[in-house]
């Protein structure tokens, strides 16, 4: 579980995020959405506390994060940021990080963390691709490699900044698949998405931002039956069915709707 309380953030003259509410459960898809610059990435990273400088309350499992050590807030937390880096080691290495916040005094991996390492690289379906460099991965596999190091830390509580951006239709649903794995296995997952039919396809929670503030929280059925997807988003959602009956949301823009 984890809450935020009147959160908010000043970075010089500019107010980025005002009495922020947010709340997200265990065993729980919450999606995050908002248009670019809403503070979407901001709220993200003062969660992770990778931002530092919010005030207000943020609570990890009914804990207080600011007084949380670095090392047990990496047990309980794991965010995995919008831009990925490139470095030049192998997707085993980048995923053995994961393992840091659990070693001892010798910085050494264990029989167990070396099998979690394994673990992780199989569930995030890059084991193939272990012995890669990250700098030379495709856009996808990178995409999962970092999967595969989240996977890796265990954490209760991932936070996951546009996790399929850049991606194709294949490793979307990759992703997807692992977010609800994540979920089955009871974490709190808390994800950045832009694809509104996506997004309320995965999502148990909907958060809305808008201009550093949370415009609305609820289900995806409830989101569609508010004014949001056409006040915030500027579109009108449609239902539409195939002819097997399945059902799927549309979003039209507005102007096409007249
Ligand atoms: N370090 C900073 N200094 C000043 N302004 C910042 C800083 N970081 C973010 N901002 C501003 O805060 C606002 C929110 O940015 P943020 O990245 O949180 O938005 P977002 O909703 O994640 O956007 P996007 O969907 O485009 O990723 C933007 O106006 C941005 O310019």
């Given at each position: 579980?984890?809450?935020?309380?009147?959160?908010?953030?000043?970075?010089?003259?500019?107010?980025?995020?005002?009495?922020?509410?947010?709340?997200?459960?265990?065993?729980?898809?919450?999606?995050?959405?908002?248009?670019?610059?809403?503070?979407?990435?901001?709220l993200?990273?003062?969660?992770?506390?990778?931002?530092?400088?919010?005030?207000?309350?943020?609570?990890?499992?009914?804990?207080?994060?600011?007084?949380?050590?670095?090392?047990?807030?990496?047990?309980?937390?794991?965010?995995?940021?919008?831009?990925?880096?490139?470095?030049?080691?192998?997707?085993?290495?980048?995923?053995?990080?994961?393992?840091?916040?659990?070693?001892?005094?010798?910085?050494?991996?264990?029989?167990?963390d070396?099998?979690?390492?394994?673990?992780?690289?199989?569930?995030?379906?890059?084991?193939?691709?272990?012995?890669?460099?990250?700098?030379?991965?495709?856009?996808?596999?990178?995409?999962?490699?970092?999967?595969?190091?989240l996977?890796?830390?265990?954490?209760?509580?991932?936070?996951?900044?546009?996790?399929?951006?850049?991606?194709?239709?294949?490793?979307?649903?990759?992703?997807?698949?692992?977010?609800?794995?994540?979920k089955?296995?009871?974490?709190t997952?808390?994800?950045?998405?832009?694809?509104?039919?996506?997004?309320?396809?995965?999502?148990?929670?909907?958060?809305?931002?808008?201009?550093?503030?949370?415009?609305?929280?609820?289900?995806?059925?409830?989101?569609?039956?508010?004014?949001?997807?056409?006040?915030?988003?500027?579109?009108?959602?449609?239902?539409?069915?195939?002819?097997?009956?399945?059902?799927?949301?549309?979003?039209?823009?507005?102007?096409?709707?007249?």
């Amino acid at each position: 579980m984890l809450e935020a309380r009147k959160v908010s953030l000043r970075l010089g003259a500019k107010s980025i995020l005002r009495d922020v509410d947010f709340k997200a459960e265990p065993g729980q898809i919450t999606v995050l959405l908002g248009r670019n610059g809403s503070g979407k990435t901001s709220l993200m990273r003062c969660l992770a506390h990778t931002q530092t400088r919010w005030s207000g309350e943020i609570l990890i499992e009914g804990q207080s994060l600011r007084k949380l050590d670095a090392k047990t807030r990496a047990q309980r937390i794991a965010l995995m940021p919008q831009v990925l880096p490139r470095p030049p080691i192998t997707v085993r290495t980048l995923t053995a990080f994961g393992r840091q916040p659990y070693l001892g005094m010798s910085g050494r991996l264990s029989e167990a963390d070396e099998q979690r390492v394994d673990s992780a690289l199989k569930q995030a379906a890059i084991a193939g691709h272990a012995e890669d460099l990250v700098c030379h991965c495709s856009g996808g596999e990178r995409q999962l490699a970092y999967f595969s190091l989240l996977l890796a830390q265990d954490t209760p509580v991932v936070l996951l900044d546009e996790p399929t951006a850049s991606l194709d239709m294949e490793y979307r649903q990759v992703v997807y698949a692992l977010l609800r794995q994540m979920k089955a296995a009871g974490k709190t997952v808390v994800l950045i998405l832009h694809e509104l039919a996506d997004a309320l396809e995965l999502a148990d929670q909907v958060c809305v931002m808008d201009r550093g503030e949370m415009v609305f929280t609820g289900t995806a059925s409830a989101f569609l039956s508010s004014r949001i997807p056409q006040s915030i988003f500027g579109v009108c959602p449609k239902t539409v069915r195939d002819e097997k009956g399945s059902e799927y949301i549309l979003f039209a823009p507005l102007d096409q709707t007249k």
